[in-house]
């Protein structure tokens, strides 16, 4: 997988970064995907997915910005400008699948759903604009800088400053004409957060639709449901306005499991999986054997039994911009625009095991982060700061190396030196 010219524009040879649809077709499920596609010009139809409805935003840049409205989608291999919002497009096509139409009645099938709300330009239905009007949002108790125990680039991110009375408002900043211009300069924390959970009535109504399709056609029982996203979204926390710093408010997803009779309801699991446990337990589930290696842990008992306490493997989470695979090698320098993405975040390195989360910034004599989630869950005490917590700042250093070793990271052994502790 290789970023190639104009943004989100991409490439992978298909022999190489296989996907899983593919093994699914050949074990006897029918495959499909509705919604937002961002991985490679080949959507894959055909070889990965029987049926298909998505918006190829690598394929056509120049509409890589329209998220909401006149979409270029790409019906079963054919381009179509598409009117509509796209949430809505997306569930009715979604519920189409399920009741039947464009799948085979014997075979049984998978469907990947992806919504592309609430991304930015982050815009409500017509009819949810203003049904959160008057509420007001938590402002973030490091919403301004300085934060002393914290790495450098914070500075660099600082997407909010005091308005009128001290309330966060968006920094003024140049504006380019780009889908990353997600806030207009000066909207206050209260309307941008209004904003946010209006856009996200469109896909809370598009889901119960999905589960009624399901109950409706006799197959709720029969199926495994999984709801995530690709990242969270910091609302102002320790500053940011984005998905992408390593922080909880940042990164940390939803994900719901349900298929009422085998997963237990109304149970809520504190350990944290990753994406390639998620696949690992889609494939155990479906009976689906991948043939080649894959790095992720099985959390099926986790599922089975989500309040177990008894669970102390560590989970690895990495950032390294816009470059996959081997291209993670050698890591860029202190200084190259490779290190960086979305309001200068550099790449890193994050572990958490029990409570605790590790933070290694891959930034040359830059200082960790390790914070202990039960007593703060805002993470704004670095633990690094405190004498007594360097036993379990050596552990989790190491740790992180090892999983980094496991899952086969090319940077393993060459990451740079952290500052020293004070």
Request: aromatic share 12%; charged share 25%.
């Given at each position: 997988m290789r970023m190639e010219g104009t943004y989100p524009r991409s490439v992978y040879d298909p022999q190489q970064c296989r996907?899983?649809?593919a093994e699914f077709r050949k074990q006897g499920y029918h495959t499909a995907?509705?919604?937002?596609?961002?991985?490679?010009?080949?959507?894959?139809?055909?070889?990965?997915?029987?049926?298909?409805?998505?918006?190829?935003?690598?394929?056509?840049?120049?509409?890589?910005g329209n998220y909401y409205y006149d979409q270029i989608l790409t019906f079963n291999g054919e381009d179509r400008l598409t009117p509509g919002y796209s949430t809505d497009n997306y569930t009715q096509w979604a519920e189409e699948y399920i009741r039947g139409a464009h799948r085979d009645a014997n075979k049984p099938w998978y469907l990947w759903l992806c919504y592309g709300a609430i991304h930015g330009p982050t815009t409500p239905a017509d009819r949810h604009i203003g049904t959160y009007a008057g509420n007001k949002a938590e402002v973030p108790k490091d919403v301004f800088a300085p934060r002393p125990q914290k790495p450098a680039y914070l500075d660099q991110t600082q997407a909010w400053e005091p308005g009128p009375d001290g309330i966060p408002v968006m920094k003024s900043k140049a504006r380019t004409k780009s889908n990353f211009d997600t806030i207009a300069p000066g909207q206050t924390l209260d309307s941008w957060v209004q904003q946010v959970n209006e856009c996200m009535r469109g896909v809370d109504e598009g889901v119960g639709r999905v589960l009624s399709?399901?109950?409706?056609?006799?197959?709720?029982?029969?199926?495994?449901?999984?709801?995530?996203?690709?990242?969270?979204?910091a609302l102002a926390e320790h500053g940011l306005n984005q998905k992408i710093a390593p922080y909880d408010a940042s990164i940390a997803s939803a994900l719901i499991f349900a298929q009422p009779g085998v997963i237990p309801e109304g149970k809520v699991c504190r350990h944290p999986v990753n994406a390639p446990d998620l696949m690992n337990f889609i494939c155990k589930s479906a009976h689906v054997d991948i043939p080649w290696k894959t790095h992720g842990r099985d959390i099926s008992p986790l599922v089975k039994t989500p309040e177990s306490a008894e669970w102390n493997s560590p989970m690895l989470f990495t950032h390294t911009g816009r470059k996959y695979g081997s291209d993670t090698a050698p890591i860029p320098t202190t200084d190259s625009e490779d290190l960086y993405i979305v309001g200068k975040t550099p790449w890193y390195v994050?572990?958490?095991?029990?409570?605790?989360?590790?933070?290694?910034?891959?930034?040359?004599?830059?200082?960790?982060?390790?914070?202990?989630?039960?007593?703060?869950?805002?993470?704004?005490?670095?633990?690094v700061f405190q004498s007594a917590h360097e036993h379990q700042l050596n552990s989790l250093r190491q740790l992180a190396i090892n999983e980094l070793k496991r899952s086969d990271a090319p940077f393993a052994d060459s990451m740079p030196s952290t500052r020293q502790r004070p």
């Open positions: 996907f899983l649809p995907q509705i919604g937002k596609w961002h991985t490679g010009i080949d959507t894959g139809y055909g070889r990965d997915w029987d049926y298909q409805i998505v918006w190829n935003r690598p394929g056509h840049p120049e509409n890589a399709a399901l109950k409706e056609t006799g197959q709720l029982e029969n199926t495994l449901v999984i709801y995530t996203a690709d990242q969270g979204y994050m572990l958490r095991q029990g409570k605790y989360k590790y933070i290694r910034t891959l930034v040359a004599d830059e200082t960790e982060e390790l914070y202990d989630l039960d007593a703060d869950p805002e993470e704004l005490v670095n633990l």
